[in-house]
């Protein structure tokens, strides 16, 4: 049989596996939903005609007909970014102890695609929906592309007491890196990160600035066009335009950014950090603790973060109230050698 011939070929259903087999339909289904219910003999011979056949059940079709779905829809922002997949397995987790499957899928970070996904879950009809953005418009509509789907973000405050959210207090994270800073006697930061206009940023920077000002230190502003190593790298170049020496610190709001920007001063400009410069970054990317020098920094709880979703997206879908439509989880800060110096 050729390829083509092979896909032309209809898939076998429970009824040719119950004339294959010599019994009733009914007995199919009993195998396949309540075996318990059939003998052990007739149990083996329905199980010998599928495995011939090649049939496979479909569950779509059987949540369907019993009206409930077992499958919850997943949107995610970049699965390039581990604090996504810490997101995504801590949802996982959860859901699959309570019978649940989790399909997920992944925007890039592009509003049209969020739109398209959300919409493509809602038209599969899957019991619920959980949704991971970073800063795009939709983030904070006040309602989004679903009507009838229970729906919780993630990484995001909900934009009205319709839905409810899990986010990370940004301020408090930003606060822990300044503080640390401060406690190692530095007092002359820049703060890297851009664009501004991402809330996660500006909310970084303000918690870095009011710590900071309090502890008596001043705050300079290098802003990126985005958080990633090359950013980091165009950023260390301002850096060492306006003389590293006139800072002592330098506050990353990713990860990412810090890498470039130690690999910047580092490789092109011969300064040393931490002995000349102290580095802290956020996210705790899985890159952090394996750079060249490893990154103090500001740790995310993803998987905290997926699990309090699930649970309250497991909520809304038992018609159980939510209670209060946000939460707020703090993440703390992971010292490293960026900051500490020797082997940390």
Not at 267 to 284: A, E, I, M, R
Request: aromatic share 4%; net charge negative.
């Amino acid at each position: 049989m050729t390829t083509n011939e092979a896909l032309a070929k209809p898939r076998p259903n429970m009824t040719d596996v119950a004339r294959h087999a010599g019994v009733a339909l009914g007995t199919v289904s009993n195998v396949l939903n309540n075996p318990e219910k059939v003998s052990e003999r007739t149990r083996r011979k329905v199980s010998a005609a599928i495995a011939e056949l090649g049939y496979i059940r479909n569950d779509a079709a059987r949540s369907l007909a019993a009206g409930q779905s077992t499958t919850v829809g997943l949107v995610v922002a970049d699965l390039g970014n581990s604090f996504f997949v810490d997101i995504a397995r801590g949802t996982e987790r959860l859901l699959r102890l309570s019978g649940m499957n989790v399909l997920i899928a992944n925007t890039d970070v592009d509003p049209a695609r969020e739109v398209q996904n959300l919409e493509l879950f809602e038209r599969s009809r899957v019991a619920g929906i959980l949704f991971a953005p970073l800063d795009t418009p939709l983030a904070t509509a006040g309602t989004l592309p679903v009507h009838s789907t229970p729906t919780v973000l993630v990484n995001a405050p909900a934009p009205n007491p319709a839905y409810a959210g899990v986010a990370v207090d940004e301020i408090y994270g930003g606060s822990l890196a300044a503080q640390h800073l401060l406690d190692l006697g530095r007092r002359r930061f820049v703060f890297v990160g851009g664009p501004m206009f991402l809330s996660a940023v500006k909310d970084r920077y303000t918690g870095v600035a009011h710590t900071a000002a309090e502890g008596g230190a001043t705050v300079s502003v290098i802003e990126t066009t985005g958080l990633g190593i090359r950013h980091g790298r165009v950023a260390a170049e301002g850096i060492s335009s306006r003389d590293p020496y006139t800072y002592d610190a330098i506050v990353c709001a990713s990860d990412l950014l810090a890498i470039g920007v130690i690999d910047g001063l580092r490789g092109q400009h011969g300064f040393d950090v931490p002995g000349d410069l102290l580095v802290t970054g956020y996210d705790d990317n899985h890159f952090a603790s394996e750079s060249a020098v490893p990154i103090t920094t500001v740790s995310q709880p993803g998987e905290e973060m997926g699990r309090a979703a699930a649970e309250l997206l497991l909520q809304e879908m038992s018609g159980a109230p939510t209670g209060s439509p946000s939460m707020s989880l703090r993440p703390h800060l992971i010292p490293r050698r960026s900051t500490l110096g020797g082997t940390a």
